[in-house]
């Protein structure tokens, strides 16, 4: 029991330490995290070094402009640049005093002064955009723009949208439906002697099959083609080249559509009549 009591303080005691640990370990953690927000606020911070910009950032940082008896800006202050308090009389108003250099408008301050900084420039702020071309000369640059010839254009390369229509329907039905189809009207031989008719009626078609997630309607031949010789009739006659390539893969789709139909129904008759003759 003492043995077994004392394993139980160890695993305690472990338990303590590792809590301790882990939550030192988060609180230097958030320590560093908090120093480094720090030290990059204070990198894309600058002291202020005009009273424009001084007025800016005390406004963005909701202070009083000036107070307390004084004017914003100054000469003949002790303390010079941009800055503000943060107790006192004066708490909450910015003040500057304007006639320091840009080291002593930078300088540390003693509390309850606290020194207001400015954002610090980009690269962009940097950059003086100037005209390219002085408005003295604008009027005759845009006169030899309209004067200069025309830029050459490119040459454009022509597209056989045939091939292009034939590769679409290849990738859209699958290599392996259109050779299984092809196998299928060339399995189809005029020597093989027709069974004896029955009376049992053929099995209703589907009415429709699944090609690779497209849906195709099935229909017989003859109506196939009546339905394509009615659709060519209603093509006006100025029909595109692309609108005609268009209409052949359709029209080719749904004969090839209607062959496997009507080929898959005499199949499937042709095998329940030949069951029933077994049967019987």
């Not at 940082?61 to 004084?70: K, N, P, S």
């Not at 408005?135 to 091939?163: G, H, I, K, R, T």
């Not at 029909?239 to 139909?261: L, Q, S, V």
């Amino acid at each position: 029991a003492e043995a077994k009591a004392k394993a139980e303080q160890e695993k305690a005691e472990a338990a303590a330490k590792a809590k301790a640990e882990k939550e030192a370990a988060t609180k230097a953690k958030a320590e560093a995290k908090a120093k480094a927000k720090a030290e990059a606020e204070a990198a894309a911070t600058v002291a202020c070094d005009s009273e424009q910009s001084c007025q800016a950032a005390a406004e963005a940082a909701g202070l009083q402009i000036g107070g307390g008896g004084y004017d914003f800006a100054g000469t003949g202050w002790k303390s010079k640049g941009c800055y503000t308090y943060n107790s006192g009389k004066y708490e909450g108003m910015a003040f500057f005093g304007s006639d320091g250099d840009a080291a002593a408008m930078s300088e540390p301050l003693d509390e309850p002064k606290v020194r207001i900084m400015c954002p610090a420039p980009t690269q962009a702020d940097d950059i003086k955009t100037e005209p390219v071309i002085p408005p003295v000369d604008q009027e005759s640059y845009e006169d030899s723009l309209e004067e200069a010839p025309a830029a050459p254009q490119p040459e454009v390369e022509s597209v056989d949208v045939n091939e292009i229509l034939e590769d679409h329907f290849e990738d859209t039905v699958g290599e392996d439906t259109i050779a299984k189809i092809e196998t299928d009207d060339a399995d189809k031989s005029p020597e093989v002697e027709p069974e004896p008719e029955t009376d049992v009626s053929p099995p209703p078609v589907e009415p429709a099959v699944d090609f690779h997630g497209e849906e195709w309607t099935k229909y017989e031949e003859d109506d196939t083609q009546d339905m394509y010789e009615d659709a060519e009739a209603e093509v006006p006659e100025d029909e595109t080249p692309e609108e005609e390539a268009a209409d052949e893969i359709a029209a080719r789709i749904d004969e090839e559509n209607a062959a496997k139909a009507k080929a898959e129904a005499e199949a499937k008759a042709e095998a329940e009549a030949k069951a029933k003759a077994d049967a019987e």
